[in-house]
């Protein structure tokens, strides 16, 4: 995993520094809504700004199938970062040929270039060489910083990065660094968090994780096909019938690798998901027959927590309850407090990631609290089930 290059290692000063981001933002009535992508940005653009480099950025932006589409110009995000960086983002209307190539002649060192979406081209999403060349073509060094969108074999998260010396901006070093240290050299005993609604959708997440960690606390959704393939009731709760027998082999190869996998004990009851309705909290083997667990229940919110006091390392994807609901969101915002109280205390590395999990750690204000928050969404995600991610696997040497 050490095997990557970061910017520290090779040679950027007065270079045209072709900088992979992610600027695939979320946009409202033309606007930039949330920057928190451009922001994250800012370490590397700092870095490379005073080492006087030409920093030409390569985005995509949406899904304009291949082809030009103006409701997928990455024009408004540039201003977006421009006010964000303090200083002129220049934009060009294309990411290659003449257009790309005569507005890098013109921008001036330690300056930023944003180029025109990469999805423009239908060499992005093939990985075609040949339009990686064109892009090669415009710069001296590849710097990919959208660890985001390291799980696509594109051409300028994958090709590129094999024609041209390559290394990983500051942000992918942070998620790197990080994600190393919970999963593939973690401290034990190391405690992953796992909630959402399915077990089809994280199915490879749970196979990998039984193998990786000491204890596997699950919520959601998920929890209830558990405890229904213990032969629990679950009343009117959301769960998956039909994966029962997969939801019992997990718990066998569990038990064969030594993780405990923990469920809840008792969990918040209510007749239908709707905020501020009437709740009761009962033991999962009492959830009556017309009503759904929608949360884990308070007396298993504090075991998870007492728990949590014995790791050394805590990985967390997936709300425990319907969250976004008062009061569904107890047990996941007691759960998160106490990971961030640990982590301040420096008894625990934490790190979490994927989309409903950052909402889940905002809502709970704990965000900057933990070790490392990825807002990698789908690669942070392969990650956790032990998948190689092309844009990654490209930066490794040797």
């Excluded at 800012?42 to 490379?48: G, H, I, K, Q, W």
């Excluded at 960086?85 to 002649?105: L, M, Q, Y």
């Excluded at 999805?119 to 990985?127: L, P």
């Excluded at 759960?335 to 420096?346: M, N, S």
Aim: with cysteine; net charge negative.
């Amino acid at each position: 995993m050490s095997g990557f290059q970061t910017i520290d290692q090779i040679s950027v000063a007065h270079k045209i520094v072709l900088l992979r981001a992610d600027l695939n933002v979320p946009m409202k009535d033309g606007a930039v809504s949330d920057d928190a992508r451009l922001t994250r940005l800012l370490p590397t653009l700092r870095d490379l700004s005073n080492a006087k480099a030409k920093i030409i950025i390569l985005s995509h932006f949406g899904r304009p199938d291949r082809q030009r589409n103006e409701k997928y110009t990455l024009r408004p995000v540039a201003a977006a970062l421009q006010k964000i960086w303090g200083h002129p983002v220049a934009f060009a209307d294309d990411c290659i040929g003449d257009t790309a190539k005569n507005a890098i002649a013109a921008l001036p060192e330690g300056q930023i270039l944003v180029l025109e979406n990469t999805r423009f081209h239908a060499g992005e999403e093939t990985n075609d060489k040949a339009f990686a060349k064109q892009l090669a073509e415009l710069g001296d060094v590849y710097v990919n910083d959208a660890f985001s969108t390291a799980h696509r074999a594109h051409a300028s998260t994958e090709a590129l990065a094999h024609l041209l010396p390559s290394a990983a901006g500051r942000l992918m070093q942070a998620e790197l660094t990080a994600l190393e240290k919970a999963l593939s050299n973690p401290a034990h005993p190391v405690a992953a968090l796992v909630g959402g609604s399915k077990i089809s959708t994280k199915l490879d997440l749970l196979e990998n994780l039984v193998t990786k960690t000491d204890i596997l606390v699950l919520g959601g959704g998920m929890a209830n096909t558990f405890l229904a393939a213990q032969g629990i009731n679950v009343g009117k709760s959301l769960y998956e019938a039909d994966m029962l027998d997969t939801a019992r082999a997990i718990a066998i190869r569990a038990t064969e690798k030594n993780c405990r996998i923990v469920l809840p004990t008792d969990v918040v009851v209510a007749p239908k998901l709707q905020a501020d309705i009437d709740t009761q909290n009962v033991p999962v083997t009492a959830i009556p027959a017309d009503q759904m667990a929608l949360d884990v229940g308070t007396q298993s919110a504090q075991d998870i927590c007492e728990l949590l006091k014995t790791c050394k390392t805590v990985v967390w994807n997936g709300p425990l309850g319907a969250f976004e609901f008062a009061p569904f969101d107890h047990a996941t915002v007691t759960v998160a407090q106490a990971v961030a109280a640990l982590t301040k205390q420096g008894k625990i590395l934490s790190v979490a990631g994927g989309g409903d999990t950052v909402a889940a750690l905002t809502h709970a204000g704990v965000t900057d609290d933990f070790s490392y928050v990825s807002t990698a969404g789908g690669a942070f995600l392969e990650w956790m089930e032990g998948k190689t991610l092309p844009g990654v696997a490209a930066l490794m040497r040797g």
